[in-house]
Every structure is written in structure tokens, then in C-alpha cells.
């Protein structure tokens, strides 16, 4: 069952792909639906995604195939096509017969400076940060700007881009996105040792920091890296 947002995207995504074939961008996206920022279509391109209604296009931005449709509108198209005397619905089309989007780079909400200080809710909206697709995977993802030397030995340097996935959970070892007692978010290797919450710089000059578990928030993982050169 779909929210009434995630039925009016994935209309307006179908009939943006059966018309040029090229899915809508998050922009016109955010204006068709009346959302206040485009951080708000990711949040519903996701959930489509995960309920399997559409699928990101591999090396491709901004790239959206509709995969199937909703009961209600497959039924409704499969009449129309019958009145049509057309043996093959829009809605039982196979993805290959429709041009495929050309776009290759998606915004993503880029949330500040990671060491910061604040939580990483509190600076929502603040402004996105366009990505290649090719980077990031399923799921929702936000970018930070990395502040400092302490994960250089992971390749990851001080004023790059960590393109972080939305999650609260992590394995032992993942890089993730950990807030610290309410008050810092950091970078950090993440590791479990006698029932504390270990988490490690990638860096000799530094020490690793041991906290409670009730110290430690996970808010992602890292997906990737962008970085620029000045």
C-alpha cells in the first residue's frame, strides 16, 4: 500500500518516461508533488524503491525505471489497452522497449561540516550536493564535509565529501557516522570490545575512544568519497 506522495511520484514518473523517455529531476519532481525540498522526493524515490514499484539505473543519476505499478493502475491501464484492442498494456510493457534516461548525477542533501558539533538532524535543508550515481547504492544518503586529519590513513581527507547511507545500525569495522553523547558527530571506524563502543581514527597520531552504548548513535555508514581539487 502506497502513501498518496508515493502514488502521486510514481505517476508522474511513468508518464514523464512514457512521454521522452528521460525521468524527471528532483527539482521538477519537488515542484509537481508541492514539497518544500528535495530531500523530501529522495525520501519517497527510496521507499519506492525498497517496495520494488521502481529501480535506479546502474551508472546513471537521476536514472528511474518503473518496474511495475500499483494494483489499482494496472488493472485500470490493462482495460484501456483491451479497449485499445493493444495485446500488450503500458502497464505489462518490458523496461527495455522504453528509452532509457540519460541523466547521470542525483542531489543529495549535504548536511555541513562533520565535526560540527551538532547533530546531523539539526542541519537538514541546509542546501545538496550533486553526485554520480555510480556512487551510491540503494537506500537514502546524505553528504558531509569532512573536517580534520584523523581518517587520513583511509584515504579520507580533510575537506572531502563522505557520502554517508541513512542507517542505525553497522557491522564491526564499517566507517560510520556516529553522534557522541547528543553533542558530536564524528567519523569513525566502528568496533565492539567488552560491552563499549570502540570508535578508531585511521590515523597513528590519534587515539581510539571508548564510550558506552548509550553514548554512541549510529546515523550511517560511508558509501563513498567525493573530493575536489583546488
Avoid at 489497452?81 to 540519460?102: F, H, L, V, W, Y
Amino acid at each position: 500500500m502506497l502513501t498518496k506522495k508515493q502514488h502521486e511520484l510514481l505517476r508522474f514518473i511513468q508518464a514523464r518516461l512514457e512521454k521522452s523517455g528521460i525521468s524527471p529531476s528532483f527539482e521538477e519532481m519537488k515542484e509537481a508533488l508541492d514539497l518544500k525540498s528535495k530531500s523530501g522526493v529522495h525520501r519517497l524515490i527510496s521507499a519506492l524503491e525498497e517496495r520494488g514499484f521502481i529501480r535506479r539505473l546502474p551508472n546513471r543519476a537521476r536514472a528511474l525505471e518503473v518496474i511495475r505499478q500499483p494494483d489499482d493502475v494496472s488493472v485500470a491501464r490493462s482495460q484501456q489497452g483491451a479497449a485499445n484492442s493493444n495485446t500488450t498494456s503500458p502497464a505489462t510493457r518490458a523496461p527495455e522497449t522504453m528509452p532509457q534516461p540519460a541523466n547521470d548525477v542525483i542531489e543529495i542533501p549535504l548536511h555541513g561540516r562533520i565535526a560540527a558539533g551538532v547533530p546531523i538532524e539539526a542541519l537538514e535543508g541546509q542546501s545538496t550536493l550533486p553526485v554520480p550515481a555510480a556512487l551510491l547504492g540503494s537506500g537514502e544518503h546524505y553528504a558531509l564535509e569532512v573536517s580534520g586529519d584523523s581518517m587520513i590513513e583511509a584515504g579520507i581527507l580533510d575537506g572531502d565529501f563522505a557520502l554517508v547511507r541513512r542507517t542505525d545500525t553497522a557491522r564491526d569495522g564499517e566507517i560510520v557516522v556516529a553522534l557522541v553523547r547528543d553533542e558530536e558527530a564524528t567519523l569513525k571506524y566502528l568496533r565492539r570490545e567488552n560491552g563499549q563502543v570502540r570508535l578508531d581514527p585511521a590515523n597513528a597520531a590519534y587515539d581510539p575512544q571508548l564510550f558506552a552504548p548509550n553514548e554512541v548513535i549510529v546515523q550511517g555508514k560511508l558509501a563513498g568519497l567525493l573530493r575536489r581539487y583546488h
